[in-house]
């Protein structure tokens, strides 16, 4: 009889084993699901909110004249021009600009813009590749509630090879220029860096 115990008990001692091990790694692998799925949805909240609190900044935007921020601009230089100055999240202050006007004349004057740092400056604009700019463009759309931005205009920015890309910093403005050479509308984009 003491033979027949000590030959079960071992397997019986091994079987609990067993059982425990397959307890344990349930217990884990149910954690680890756990920890992320919090940990994505964290992050999307995170995303929500950041993009939330662009949008409203963006739609709590003040009107403002082209030639509030680049003084000396008149009649001659744009038409049709529209406006908004925001503010991030972070506190830095933006402009975005659209309007209508020849590039022979703009660029130039937007390169005789005064210069509070002239080391920090560029001297002439920098025709650049627009991809980037498509695919950050292409990025943010998929983030914002429809009818925010006009889509047609996006849609250009996207598909149309003739639309040119130039960047330009006067500090403290640094610029993103897109401008559409078959109509002659531009949408410039200003930073304000401090």
């Known amino acids: 009889m003491k033979k027949l115990i000590l030959a079960i008990v071992p397997a019986f001692l091994l079987m609990s084993c067993n059982k425990i091990e397959e307890k344990i790694d349930q217990t884990v692998q149910k954690t680890t699901e756990t920890v992320q799925q919090k940990a994505q949805e964290a992050v999307e909240e995170t995303v929500k909110k950041t993009v939330n609190e662009s949008i409203n900044s963006l739609t709590n ?77 292409s990025f943010i759309e998929k983030f914002l509630p429809e009818n925010t931005v006009d889509s047609g205009f996006l849609d250009d920015i996207k598909n149309d090879k003739s639309i040119e890309y130039y960047r330009l910093k006067r500090f403290p403005n640094n610029s993103t220029i897109i401008y559409n050479p078959k109509n002659q509308t531009v949408l410039q984009y200003v930073e304000v860096n401090k």
């Open 61 to 137: 935007s003040e009107d403002v004249q082209f030639n509030q921020v680049f003084p000396g601009a008149d009649k001659a230089i744009i038409s049709e021009g529209t406006g908004k100055k925001f503010r991030f999240p972070n506190g830095s202050e933006g402009f975005v600009f659209k309007y209508k006007a020849d590039k022979a004349t703009l660029i130039p004057f937007l390169e005789s813009q005064p210069t509070t740092d002239e080391n920090k400056s560029d001297k002439t604009a920098r025709k650049i590749d627009g991809q980037s700019i498509i695919d950050k463009i």
